[in-house]
């Protein structure tokens, strides 16, 4: 099947947060009318009357004149060609609920680096399946990129991938910019999952940390992560590529060393003794990780791949055991 994304398209964001109020900024500045689905009251009338985020990045100004903000999923997706998914994958079905609009002539983009709870299912994994779209019409963007740096115009490298090379570049073009560049790939599969593997390194990155682990240990830890993650991806599908770039080993490393981690804080309120709930009420904002944690155990039951570190997240996060003991046994394996 063929589907060619036209230079016309329209873009529709879905979701509020950082990410997607970052994403939201990059069109606007590159002077890209856009359709913004908000569910929040608050966020929806500050953007509306003021052009700022009132909850996430509130600093950053937004371009009134391009935004058609609206609670109204089946508005933006009607008025939309190109579906941008940002909101948190634990979340989406809720963003979504409603909609009524048929998807059927939509490319769907995941900006959203997490695996959808219960479902076991990425982004595009879930349109395929639930919504019975085509590979051709799904794509990710994703790489190092916290929102923090892109909205402020700091030095970022995004990749899109799409099984099209034309559709990939009709997106790139309308996010970059001179401090945005954008890279293409044709491996949805292999970024997809990437993007949620870093998340759960960089918690057991967090748990370490907390636990009084040196920089070199967490040095040993994100190596391993590194060959952990390209292990999982390679054996669950295997294909030509190279895992050394910054769609899959940049991405881990920024999740794993940066104060804009969400997922290394919340790894390191657990590793210096905070319950999986406490350390949940201290964040503001989630930790994709989490999830991630508990959905790549139950999709790795049908592979059978060695993961001892996820499986030490997993064992933390949700069967209580201790941080300390089950680091202390992963330290003999790495």
């Not at 695996?115 to 299912?121: S, T, V």
Request: proline fraction near 2%.
């Amino acid at each position: 099947m063929d589907y060619k994304i036209k230079n016309t398209a329209v873009c529709g964001v879905i979701g509020y947060g950082s990410w997607a109020t970052a994403l939201v900024h990059v069109l606007l500045t590159n002077g890209h009318s856009i359709w913004w689905h908000i569910r929040n009251e608050e966020v929806l009338e500050s953007v509306q009357t003021e052009g700022r985020n009132a909850k996430y990045l509130n600093d950053i100004e937004l371009n009134r004149d391009l935004i058609n903000a609206t609670p109204d999923v089946n508005e933006v997706v009607e008025n939309s060609d190109i579906i941008i998914i940002a909101s948190p994958s634990a979340y989406l079905k809720n963003f979504l609920e409603g909609l009524t609009v048929s998807l059927k002539n939509k490319f769907i983009l995941s900006a959203t680096k997490g695996i959808i709870p219960e479902e076991y299912k990425t982004i595009t994994e879930y349109f395929h399946d639930i919504y019975e779209l085509p590979y051709c019409q799904l794509g990710v963007i994703s790489g190092p990129s916290h929102a923090e740096e892109v909205s402020r115009n700091k030095m970022s490298y995004l990749t899109v991938a799409c099984t099209d090379r034309d559709n990939a570049e009709t997106i790139g073009r309308r996010f970059s910019t001179d401090r945005l560049r954008i890279r293409y790939s044709n491996d949805i599969y292999g970024i997809e999952y990437a993007g949620i593997l870093k998340n759960i390194y960089a918690l057991a990155g967090g748990i370490a940390s907390g636990l009084g682990f040196g920089d070199n240990f967490r040095a040993v830890l994100a190596a391993a992560s590194a060959r952990e993650m390209t292990r999982f991806i390679q054996e669950s599908f295997p294909f030509e590529r190279d895992t050394m770039e910054s769609a899959y080993l940049g991405d881990l490393l920024v999740t794993s060393y940066s104060s804009f981690s969400r997922n290394r804080r919340f790894g390191k309120l657990i590793g210096s003794g905070f319950t999986v709930k406490s350390a949940m009420n201290e964040m503001t904002m989630i930790a994709e990780g989490y999830f991630a944690a508990e959905c790549i155990k139950h999709v790795n039951e049908r592979h059978g791949i060695s993961m001892p570190i996820a499986d030490m997240v997993f064992d933390v996060l949700y069967k209580r055991a201790n941080p300390r003991k089950r680091m202390r046994e992963l330290t003999a394996l790495l």
